[in-house]
């Protein structure tokens, strides 16, 4: 690994959990519990589909490196937050939706950054509703999923938007 790719790693995973701790204390205007708008996640997504240099292989953010970015975020959000129990809640909707992104990226283009959004939003949601249900023991609160579904496609399209605008921009 090259100093310029951790170096770039590190600046995305700080860029990453300042956005992850400004969104923790700024409440939504929406009388949904558990909806926000993960705008932390628009840095995944960016990792997930950035590259550098000027030949087209001179230089890209591995998957991994993005999931590395994901984890270190989690991990250091929970902390710094002290939100330990909803660790348990980011890690499995972060993986969940990392999975399906990167999955996603294999067909759409820099173009369609925002699809791979609303992708990830949706898996993100299940992901937590099912860790919340296994952590509670009642699998009750699986109805909440179609409010968080529909939320998560405004958000996940928002936050893919953000990606794809600025990866367009650092061409």
Not at 34 to 61: D, I, P
Not at 91 to 117: N, P
């Amino acid at each position: 690994m090259t100093t310029k790719k951790l170096t770039l790693m590190a600046v995305l995973t700080a860029v990453s959990l300042i956005i992850f701790i400004i969104e923790a204390q700024i409440p939504l205007p929406i009388a949904v519990p558990g909806v926000k708008l993960g705008l932390a996640n628009s840095v995944t997504l960016f990792a997930l589909f950035f590259s550098y240099g000027k030949e087209k292989n001179a230089g890209s953010l591995t998957t991994f490196d993005a999931f590395m970015i994901l984890i270190c975020r989690v991990i250091l959000g929970a902390v710094f937050t002290g939100r330990i129990i909803a660790f348990i809640y980011s890690l499995a909707g972060g993986l969940l939706a990392f999975a399906a992104q990167a999955l996603t990226k294999r067909i759409v283009t820099r173009k369609q950054v925002w699809v791979c959004g609303a992708i990830g939003a949706i898996f993100h949601n299940i992901g937590q509703i099912t860790a919340a249900a296994f952590v509670n023991g009642t699998f009750a609160i699986v109805a909440y999923l179609p409010v968080l579904i529909i939320a998560g496609v405004f958000t996940g399209v928002l936050t893919g938007l953000v990606a794809q605008l600025t990866l367009s921009r650092l061409r």
